[in-house]
């Protein structure tokens, strides 16, 4: 196994507290950070280092557990256990509040933009997914809200070239929804994980979905089209590939790299891991292999893995003791 994956730094990012998600600016220029303290954290690089920016402080009243960078980059939306999301506008180097997303009746526990900018996903524990639309004036408006889980919704992921939004749950389900008729409505459920669904993420063109669960493995699903030949309806999702036995703790977190079609996970075990794809195998029945592993990544769960969007193999992850380490992946192969 040639492939490598060095550290290159390590940031105190939420003292004493849980750093619980990292999200790259589309540039790759800021890197925005949330966890228990209530506070988002903007990081740039100065030099080989990278330092805190500023501190986003007075937004919420309780954990922040997510937070996303609009397609633009112009604004950082942070979801947090208040029941809130918050909408804040990049102002030179600092970043003011411009609104406040109510409308969840307990902890939200995702937020993600749609790849137009037009659109917003929040999803709560109160099972919920709304869809936000976005005006030219920076007026959000909830168009469509969404009962489709019956237990707390962990994740929301759009699709990068399309408006199709997927999400996960302790339910141990995953929904696609579409807009139908100016409504959003559940087009499938993905059903085979024997426990929550952790969190999802799209291909690079957005033809497969990997999902990650506390049944300590990863599916890949393949959206069926009519070609393949299997009588499946239009909009149906199949599971292609299961990743079991690599990971002995729950996986809370899987990301691929838009650049070099690398899947990383972050799991309980404290460790982080990178598979690729076996160029080889049949498209249809995927195989991947453990390209590399860092035991412990952290001194505990790793909550959290991003790719840098245009750096190849630049990694971001953060634990539960509050740190953030970028890491270098090198793959021969």
């Given at each position: 196994?040639?492939d490598?994956?060095?550290?290159?730094?390590?940031l105190?990012?939420?003292?004493?507290?849980?750093?619980?998600y990292?999200?790259?600016?589309?540039?790759?220029?800021?890197?925005?950070?949330?966890?228990?303290d209530?506070?988002?954290?903007?990081?740039?690089?100065?030099g080989?280092?990278?330092e805190?920016?500023?501190?986003?402080?007075d937004?919420?009243?309780?954990?922040?557990?997510k937070?996303?960078w609009?397609?633009?980059?112009n604004?950082?939306?942070s979801?947090?256990?208040?029941?809130?999301?918050?909408?804040w506008?990049?102002?030179?180097d600092?970043?003011?509040?411009?609104t406040?997303l109510?409308?969840?009746?307990?902890?939200?526990?995702?937020?993600?933009?749609?790849?137009?900018?037009?659109?917003?996903?929040?999803?709560s524990?109160?099972?919920?997914v709304?869809?936000?639309?976005?005006?030219?004036?920076?007026?959000?408006?909830?168009?469509?809200?969404v009962?489709?889980?019956?237990?707390?919704?962990?994740?929301?992921?759009?699709?990068?070239?399309q408006?199709?939004?997927?999400?996960?749950?302790?339910?141990?389900?995953?929904?696609?929804?579409?807009?139908?008729?100016?409504?959003w409505?559940?087009?499938?459920?993905?059903?085979?994980?024997?426990?929550?669904v952790?969190?999802?993420?799209?291909?690079?063109?957005?033809?497969?979905?990997?999902?990650?669960?506390?049944?300590?493995?990863v599916?890949?699903?393949?959206?069926?089209?009519?070609?393949?030949?299997?009588?499946?309806?239009?909009?149906?999702?199949?599971?292609?590939?299961?990743?079991?036995?690599?990971?002995?703790?729950t996986?809370y977190?899987?990301?691929w790299?838009?650049?070099?079609?690398?899947?990383?996970?972050a799991?309980?075990?404290?460790?982080?891991r990178?598979?690729k794809?076996?160029t080889?195998?049949?498209?249809e029945?995927?195989v991947?292999?453990?390209?590399?592993?860092?035991?412990?990544?952290?001194s505990q769960?790793?909550?959290?893995?991003?790719w840098?969007?245009?750096?190849?193999?630049?990694?971001?992850t953060?634990?539960d003791?509050?740190?953030?380490a970028?890491?270098?992946?090198?793959?021969?192969?």
């Amino acid at each position: 196994m040639k492939d490598t994956l060095a550290p290159v730094l390590r940031l105190s990012a939420h003292p004493d507290s849980r750093c619980w998600y990292v999200a790259w600016s589309p540039k790759g220029s800021l890197l925005a950070s949330c966890g228990g303290d209530r506070a988002v954290r903007i990081w740039g690089r100065e030099g080989d280092n990278w330092e805190c920016k500023c501190v986003l402080s007075d937004g919420h009243q309780r954990t922040v557990r997510k937070v996303a960078w609009s397609p633009c980059g112009n604004y950082l939306a942070s979801a947090s256990f208040d029941a809130t999301t918050c909408i804040w506008k990049k102002k030179n180097d600092d970043f003011e509040c411009l609104t406040v997303l109510e409308g969840h009746e307990n902890e939200v526990k995702c937020v993600a933009w749609a790849p137009s900018g037009n659109l917003l996903a929040t999803c709560s524990r109160d099972k919920s997914v709304w869809i936000w639309e976005v005006d030219e004036e920076d007026e959000y408006e909830c168009v469509s809200v969404v009962n489709s889980h019956t237990q707390d919704v962990k994740h929301v992921v759009w699709h990068p070239t399309q408006e199709l939004l997927a999400s996960a749950s302790y339910d141990n389900k995953v929904c696609i929804y579409k807009e139908e008729d100016d409504d959003w409505e559940c087009r499938a459920t993905l059903e085979g994980h024997t426990s929550t669904v952790w969190s999802l993420s799209f291909d690079p063109e957005g033809q497969r979905l990997a999902s990650c669960s506390d049944d300590r493995t990863v599916k890949i699903w393949k959206e069926c089209t009519p070609e393949d030949g299997d009588g499946s309806t239009d909009g149906a999702w199949k599971c292609v590939c299961t990743l079991s036995g690599f990971h002995s703790r729950t996986v809370y977190d899987v990301a691929w790299d838009r650049l070099t079609g690398a899947l990383a996970t972050a799991c309980g075990d404290d460790g982080v891991r990178i598979f690729k794809e076996d160029t080889t195998a049949d498209p249809e029945q995927p195989v991947f292999y453990l390209s590399a592993h860092m035991p412990k990544a952290h001194s505990q769960d790793v909550n959290c893995v991003a790719w840098h969007p245009q750096e190849a193999g630049l990694l971001a992850t953060c634990s539960d003791n509050g740190e953030i380490a970028i890491w270098n992946y090198h793959s021969d192969a």
